[in-house]
């Protein structure tokens, strides 16, 4: 852990990944190994932790920014795997977590035979009591942005067209802290898949600094029909579907609801980002603003993936928004800030668990000066230009106002 003092608190979803191997030779249909009554022979236990705080926390650590983690755990054996895991990358960011005897810790058994798709079996636990009262205000003294991930997966903060949630950003906001958010695609079908998502992020938006949610997750909760529609079209490859006019159209509906920064994640297509066109709600992020907040005004990017080796997507979508938030404290231009973002991500999937893949800022800056190649963008992107230099695709400069 750095010396210097905590910069970031990154709060929500933590739980526990049990993760059994499965041989070469193991039978793979699903049929087959959960046949009842039948002993399935697996490899060694796989642990790791899971969830927005060690994911994007342990990350923005790893990138050599000072953070504090709040998650709440129960007093049982996963709550000590989790505590023993953040303790082993430093004591302190197991320092923050929050011990419950009321309620178990939460864990996700993941069954991922060869060639078979991932099944999960997930215990909420005490992610579903997590409440704004569980921030305590001496945790944000001192700090300068306040990350809070997967409300989607925390009923608390879901329930109520997301009253807690408000309640606790509102708070964060008025203590002087920027703030971000992340979110995760909940079981249409579930209790949260049928909350009312527009009315959500209208309440709490107003209080989002930057938004930072994939582009599936926000069609999920801004435009269910059409997201139904390109779910059955793409056959469930919706990224395929997000062309310039249908990226521009979600995200500013969502700086409309009031985030001053939205970026999209687009899986390996890379990022985009769009910006709000009034300087005012910018130049309030707080004292860790940009530099020069006018080259953050009206902007609309998009950030093409490095090409890499991939051996795991576990974790990338926060190891991106932690290489964002870690360029943005850096006060990059928007440019830079997303091409950190992706080069994060990169880093992230060239190793199977979530974080261990992230190097340290200073060497992923080398990285980006090595001449590291891009992937091709594939998605539609009308009247955008390359920009050989910043190596990003730039958005028309006629954007609406918002």
């Not at 809070?148 to 203590?175: C, H, I, S, W």
Request: charged share 20%; hydrophobic share 45%; net charge negative.
């Amino acid at each position: 852990m750095p010396s210097t003092e905590i910069q970031v608190v990154v709060a929500g979803h933590t739980c526990l990944d049990i993760i059994p191997t499965f041989p070469d030779t193991a039978e793979t249909t699903i049929a087959a190994l959960l046949t009842p009554g039948k002993l399935t022979t697996v490899g060694p236990l796989m642990t790791a932790t899971g969830g927005a705080v060690p994911n994007t926390g342990l990350a923005l650590h790893r990138l050599g920014i000072p953070t504090r983690l709040i998650g709440k755990i129960g007093d049982d054996l996963v709550g000590r795997a989790i505590l023993d895991i953040l303790r082993q990358h430093h004591p302190v960011l197991a320092e923050g977590m929050i011990i419950t005897k009321a309620h178990p810790s939460s864990y996700t058994i993941v069954i991922n035979p060869p060639g078979v798709d991932r099944i999960f079996l997930h215990c909420p636990g005490a992610n579903d009591t997590f409440g704004a009262d569980d921030v305590a205000s001496h945790q944000l003294a001192g700090t300068r942005l306040f990350h809070f991930g997967y409300p989607p997966l925390m009923r608390r903060m879901y329930a109520n067209a997301g009253r807690e949630l408000e309640t606790l950003l509102r708070r964060v906001k008025d203590q002087g802290l920027a703030t971000s958010l992340d979110m995760a695609r909940p079981d249409p079908a579930s209790e949260a898949g049928r909350a009312p998502w527009p009315e959500l992020l209208a309440r709490v938006l107003p209080h989002v600094d930057i938004f930072l949610p994939s582009f599936d997750e926000t069609l999920f909760m801004l435009d269910r029909p059409r997201f139904n529609l390109l779910e059955r079209e793409t056959g469930g490859d919706l990224i395929a579907a997000a062309d310039a006019h249908l990226l521009r159209e979600l995200a500013d509906r969502l700086l409309s609801m009031g985030a001053a920064i939205v970026a999209l994640k687009l899986g390996a297509q890379g990022i985009y980002l769009r910006t709000a066109k009034h300087l005012a709600r910018l130049a309030s992020l707080a004292s860790w603003a940009p530099k020069d907040t006018a080259i953050w005004t009206d902007r609309e990017l998009l950030a093409p993936c490095f090409q890499v080796q991939v051996v795991g997507t576990t974790g990338s979508g926060d190891c991106t928004i932690a290489g964002f938030l870690a360029g943005f404290l850096h006060r990059l231009p928007p440019e830079q800030v997303v091409t950190a973002a992706v080069a994060a991500g990169a880093c992230n999937v060239e190793q199977p668990d979530a974080t261990s893949g992230i190097p340290t800022w200073s060497i992923l800056q080398q990285r980006l000066r090595s001449g590291w190649a891009q992937r091709p963008v594939s998605l539609p992107l009308a009247r955008w230009r390359w920009e050989e230099e910043n190596r990003l695709w730039r958005g028309p400069d006629d954007a609406p106002d918002v």
